[in-house]
C-alpha cells in the first residue's frame, strides 16, 4: 500500500523554525518529483515548494522564497521542509506530494498525497 507519511508540525511564535518530513511506505521517493502544498482554513490548497527527482533543482513560491528549503534523502526515502521565518500565514496543514516530472506547484502532476500536518504559527 502506498503511503506518504508528514511529521514535524506544530505550534511555534512568529519567527520560529520547524522541520516537515515526509516518509514513503510501499513506496520509492527517489522515481518522482515531489513537492509541498498547503491549505489553510478557508483557503485553497496551494503550492508551497518542489524539488526534481534527484534534487538538483527547486521551485518556492514566492511567498516562502528565502525562508523554506526542501530537500530530499532518497537512500532514507524522505523529503524535508525546513522552514525558519514562519509568520502567523503560515498557518496551515502542509501535505507532502508525489508526482511527476517536472513538478508544477500547481498540483496538476500532484499523483499521491500525504495525510498532512498541521502548522500552527502564533504571533
Known amino acids: 500500500q502506498v503511503q506518504l507519511v508528514e511529521s514535524g508540525g506544530g505550534s511555534v511564535q512568529a519567527g520560529g523554525s520547524l522541520r516537515l518530513s515526509c516518509v514513503g511506505y510501499g513506496f520509492t521517493l527517489g522515481w518522482h518529483c515531489m513537492g509541498w502544498f498547503r491549505q489553510a482554513p478557508g483557503k485553497e490548497r496551494e503550492g508551497v515548494a518542489t524539488?526534481?527527482?534527484?534534487?538538483?533543482?527547486?521551485d518556492y513560491a514566492d511567498f516562502v522564497k528565502g525562508r523554506f528549503t526542501i530537500s530530499r534523502d532518497n537512500a532514507k526515502n524522505t523529503l524535508y521542509l525546513q522552514m525558519s521565518g514562519l509568520k502567523p500565514e503560515d498557518t496551515a496543514i502542509y501535505y507532502c506530494?508525489?508526482?511527476?516530472?517536472?513538478?508544477?506547484?500547481?498540483?496538476?502532476?500532484?499523483?499521491?498525497w500525504g495525510q498532512g500536518t498541521q502548522v500552527t504559527v502564533s504571533s
Open positions: 506530494a508525489a508526482g511527476s516530472c517536472p513538478p508544477g506547484l500547481d498540483s496538476s502532476r500532484v499523483t499521491s
Open positions: 524539488i526534481s527527482a534527484n534534487g538538483v533543482n527547486t
